[in-house]
């Protein structure tokens, strides 16, 4: 049993896992006819150590992404200004469910943790400012998941 003093981070394997599991998402919805759309423009040549960076903080790891690539407010921007997108969400998630089976993340609790915390993230902070990225207000902080769910609330600046 996992020891919820852990955090979901180190549980996980820490910085390689969240690289696996970044790469694993990624080959999914680049493939996916309805989330791939997202990707046809092309990436960020660090695309997948960003996302991972940015998973492992949020989950209790160190400030991998705020301290090298940006602050939340930059990534919010980036996912903003699209519209609705329901259904590029719901298959984002099971392409992210998919990625954990295939690295090998298939029990509870931190199979449910990852995909809550995932699913949250999706329909929630990244997809708040659908009319456009102008919206998003400066100085959001990064939501940060335990074994609880969901810990800190964004602040605004």
Known sequence: MVSTMETVYDAAGGEDFFLKL???WHVRVVEDE??????RHGVHPQHIQRL?????EALGGP???SGTYGDETSVVRMHSGNGPHDEM?????ECFDRALTAVGVVD??????LHDYFAWTTTNTMARYERSA???PAGLQMPKWSWEGFETAEASG
């Not at 969400?89 to 998630?93: P, T």
């Open 89 to 93: 969400n719901r298959r984002a998630v």
């Open 52 to 56: 991972a960076a940015y998973w492992s």
């Open 108 to 113: 509870d609790p931190l199979r449910g943790i």
């Open 63 to 65: 400030p991998l992404y």
């Open 134 to 136: 102008e919206d998003v």
């Open 34 to 39: 309805v989330v791939g759309h997202a990707f």
């Open 22 to 24: 970044a790469q694993a």
